[in-house]
Structure formats: structure tokens, C-alpha cells
């Protein structure tokens, strides 16, 4: 299968180069490709015409988006949708990553992919817009929503935690609950849906649920770690951006295609930080 993989140097679109090896993947960063430029995604489609699309760019700042709702709907909306009507005119499947925060976390469960959306913030709304774009334009689809992404590369909360225990203690959000998720878990997950053609919508996460807190202290563990992990609140770290309170993502499609769960991710992240 030949597959143009948008947003290849972000840390999901690396642990998909990856993933994907068994397959011709044509890697575009956003200056080989920018996806809110329609005439470019079309050139892109028609010079590569790759059997699948697999968007990874994205606008991942959540607060910054509320400062610049334009600048986040043209990555997270327009860029869907114009991938969505090129890769339909050219007949290629098309992968949309979204989000847990699609959801407003007032549910008492878990999220399911059938449970209702209500972004609470900017980045929410975008990422929302981008996955109905698709859903609209291109029937050949997978929307992919996930959570709480860390790895080993790039900027995230697993080594922003690791960059902070050197203070005397660490303080930690312990009221917002989600799924804690290990980019090549997910980038795994990923390659496997492929290969599917199963269309519609997934939820691919760590199974299991986590606070911000749970996750930096099992993360401290992992790597030996020995500075204190103290839980505070939400109002006592305020945000821009409000966050869903509790929004673990469960599923209810195919169980071959289920993550390990989020504690597992900690202890492969653990590993291959020391490798």
C-alpha cells in the first residue's frame, strides 16, 4: 500500500514511519505540505496517488488556540476537509487523527465512538469541525480519536515530568482523568486499523483510566525517580483553555485492535528512554 503520511516529523507521524515500514510510505512535513492550501493537497494527491492518506498535522496547542481560533481551525478543520476532497477526487482512503477533547468530561463513564460531542474549548471545536469535514467528503474514512500523547521525542508531558524532577517537589493535577497513551502503541494500533478497511470512527488509547497526577507519578517510578509528586487542583493551575474533567476513552469496535494498557506505556516509554 502506498501511503502519504501529512505531519511525518511530529512524534506520531515518526512512530508511524515506523509502524508502517511493510508499506511505500511518502512522508510530507508541513513545508513540503501545507494542508490548508487546497491547490497544494490536490498537486500532492495527483503527483503521489497514494492508496490512503494519513493526516498527523495538526494544531496541538490547546491553549494557544484560544488566542487564535483562525489559526486553529485552518490546521485542524480546513486541513482535514481539503484532504478529504482531494483524496476523494483521486479515490485514496483518508486517517484523521483527533481528540479526546471532542468530549465535554462530564460523562460518569467512559467515552465511547457512538457517545455524543461537546468541546469545551477552541482546540475541542477545531479538531471536531475536521473530523465531520471528513466524515462529509471522503466515505472512505477512518476517524482516529486518542488521548494524552507522550513519547519519547518532541515536546510532551512525559519529558517535560522527567525535565522537572529536579525541583524539590512536583506538582501535579489530580482532577482530570483521562488515557495516558504511548505514541508507538498508538502508531501500532494505527498500522493494524489500516489494514482493515474497517471505515468510521476509533478510539485507540492506553486502556484504563489515569489522572495527570497517576500518570506523573507511575512515570517517576518507571525511571527511578525519586522527587515527591504532590496533587493539586485544576483551579489552583489555571488555563486559557478549559479541560474536560474526566474523558477516558473506551471502545467498542474490534478488540484485536484494543492498546495495552496505559501502565504498559509507561514501562515501554521507561525502556526505551534508557535504550
Given at each position: 500500500?502506498?501511503?502519504?503520511?501529512?505531519?511525518?516529523?511530529?512524534?506520531?507521524?515518526?512512530?508511524?514511519?515506523?509502524?508502517?515500514?511493510?508499506h511505500?510510505?511518502?512522508?510530507?512535513?508541513?513545508?513540503?505540505?501545507?494542508?490548508?492550501?487546497?491547490e497544494?493537497?490536490?498537486?500532492?494527491?495527483?503527483?503521489?496517488?497514494?492508496?490512503?492518506?494519513?493526516?498527523?498535522?495538526?494544531?496541538?496547542?490547546?491553549?494557544?488556540?484560544e488566542?487564535?481560533?483562525q489559526?486553529?481551525f485552518?490546521?485542524?478543520?480546513?486541513?482535514?476537509?481539503?484532504?478529504?476532497?482531494?483524496?476523494?477526487?483521486?479515490?485514496?482512503?483518508?486517517?484523521?487523527?483527533?481528540?479526546?477533547?471532542?468530549?465535554?468530561?462530564?460523562?460518569?463513564?467512559?467515552?465511547?465512538?457512538?457517545?455524543?460531542?461537546?468541546?469545551?474549548?477552541?482546540?475541542?471545536?477545531?479538531?471536531?469541525?475536521?473530523?465531520?469535514?471528513?466524515?462529509?467528503y471522503?466515505?472512505?474514512?477512518?476517524?482516529?480519536?486518542?488521548?494524552?500523547?507522550?513519547?519519547?521525542?518532541?515536546?510532551?508531558?512525559?519529558?517535560?515530568?522527567?525535565?522537572?524532577?529536579?525541583?524539590?517537589?512536583?506538582?501535579?493535577?489530580?482532577?482530570?482523568?483521562?488515557?495516558?497513551?504511548?505514541?508507538?502503541?498508538?502508531?501500532?494500533?494505527?498500522?493494524?486499523?489500516?489494514?482493515?478497511?474497517?471505515?468510521?470512527?476509533?478510539?485507540?488509547?492506553?486502556?484504563?483510566?489515569a489522572?495527570?497526577?497517576?500518570?506523573?507519578?507511575?512515570?517517576?517510578?518507571?525511571?527511578?525517580?525519586?522527587?515527591?509528586?504532590?496533587?493539586?487542583?485544576?483551579?489552583?493551575?489555571?488555563?486559557?483553555a478549559?479541560r474536560?474533567?474526566?474523558?477516558?476513552?473506551?471502545t467498542?469496535?474490534?478488540?484485536?485492535?484494543?492498546?495495552?494498557?496505559?501502565?504498559?506505556?509507561?514501562?515501554?516509554?521507561?525502556?526505551?528512554?534508557?535504550?
Amino acid at each position: 500500500m502506498k501511503i502519504l503520511l501529512t505531519g511525518a516529523r511530529g512524534q506520531l507521524g515518526l512512530a508511524l514511519t515506523a509502524a508502517l515500514a511493510g508499506h511505500h510510505v511518502v512522508g510530507a512535513d508541513s513545508k513540503r505540505l501545507d494542508v490548508t492550501d487546497l491547490e497544494a493537497v490536490r498537486a500532492a494527491m495527483e503527483a503521489e496517488q497514494p492508496d490512503l492518506v494519513v493526516n498527523c498535522a495538526a494544531w496541538t496547542d490547546v491553549d494557544g488556540a484560544e488566542a487564535d481560533p483562525q489559526g486553529a481551525f485552518r490546521v485542524n478543520a480546513l486541513g482535514p476537509r481539503n484532504l478529504a476532497l482531494a483524496t476523494r477526487a483521486c479515490g485514496s482512503a483518508l486517517l484523521q487523527v483527533s481528540t479526546d477533547y471532542v468530549f465535554d468530561g462530564e460523562s460518569d463513564r467512559p467515552y465511547c465512538e457512538f457517545d455524543e460531542t461537546h468541546p469545551l474549548q477552541v482546540y475541542g471545536r477545531s479538531k471536531l469541525a475536521g473530523e465531520d469535514a471528513v466524515r462529509t467528503y471522503n466515505e472512505r474514512h477512518y476517524v482516529v480519536r486518542t488521548a494524552w500523547l507522550y513519547s519519547t521525542t518532541r515536546k510532551n508531558f512525559a519529558l517535560t515530568m522527567r525535565s522537572l524532577a529536579e525541583r524539590e517537589e512536583v506538582r501535579v493535577v489530580a482532577d482530570q482523568f483521562g488515557s495516558p497513551t504511548y505514541v508507538p502503541h498508538l502508531a501500532a494500533g494505527i498500522a493494524r486499523l489500516v489494514e482493515t478497511e474497517a471505515y468510521g470512527t476509533w478510539h485507540l488509547a492506553g486502556r484504563g483510566q489515569a489522572s495527570w497526577f497517576d500518570l506523573a507519578r507511575a512515570l517517576y517510578g518507571a525511571l527511578g525517580i525519586a522527587t515527591p509528586v504532590q496533587p493539586v487542583s485544576t483551579p489552583e493551575f489555571p488555563r486559557p483553555a478549559a479541560r474536560p474533567r474526566f474523558a477516558p476513552l473506551a471502545t467498542v469496535q474490534s478488540p484485536e485492535i484494543r492498546l495495552p494498557a496505559w501502565e504498559e506505556g509507561v514501562r515501554d516509554f521507561a525502556r526505551d528512554l534508557g535504550s
